[in-house]
């Protein structure tokens, strides 16, 4: 019987994101990269259910596919704040930094500071309307090709 994913942290790239799956004691499922696409997307969403916890940084465009494609989904994802997370991951590993990690650490702080983090309602906000995912567009690919050629 495979154990299902209580628990996801998503530490995100621009062309890939790493994930970390932990069970409900926390203990390491499963550790991968994935495409910053649809693809990727329904690779993730294979191996979480409704009930997982997904947890991830707001990195601008590279964090806002992933998350609308999951919110719409009805999954129950957060954005950590950035400064606070990148403070428990280096609690947990002194100087160690890399995406591997990274996902582990926003999986655990997830779980610990469940308080801090917050629904991205803002961030959709500022963007002038509630947006969704695309999949025919491949958003990320369009907006980063905008924002190149500013």
């Keep these: 019987m495979t154990k299902e994913a209580a628990y996801c942290g998503i530490d ?3 062309k890939t994101h790493v ?4 069970d409900k004691e926390q203990n390491t499922i499963k ?3 994935l495409t910053n696409d649809l693809q990727g997307f329904r690779m993730l969403e294979a191996d979480v259910n409704e009930h997982t916890k997904i ?3 707001p990195t601008g465009v590279y964090s806002l596919n992933v998350f609308l494609y999951f919110r719409n989904k009805d999954h129950d994802i957060r954005f950590c704040k950035t ?3 990148h403070n428990f991951r ?10 591997r990690l990274d996902a582990l650490a926003l999986a655990k702080y997830r779980i610990v500071n469940e308080h801090q983090t917050f629904d991205g309602s803002k961030i959709i906000e500022r963007l002038g309307a ?3 995912y695309d999949p025919e567009y491949q958003a990320l690919s369009g907006l ?3 924002y190149l050629s500013i």
Excluded: N
Aim: proline share 0%; glycine share 4%.
């Design 144 to 146: 980063t090709d905008q």
């Design 83 to 85: 400064d606070s997370s």
């Design 19 to 22: 994930v970390c799956l932990l």
């Design 12 to 14: 995100v790239g621009l």
């Design 90 to 99: 280096e609690s947990m590993f002194r100087k160690k930094k890399h995406d």
């Design 55 to 57: 947890c991830l940084e």
């Design 31 to 33: 550790r991968y990269s």
């Design 130 to 132: 509630d947006v969704a």
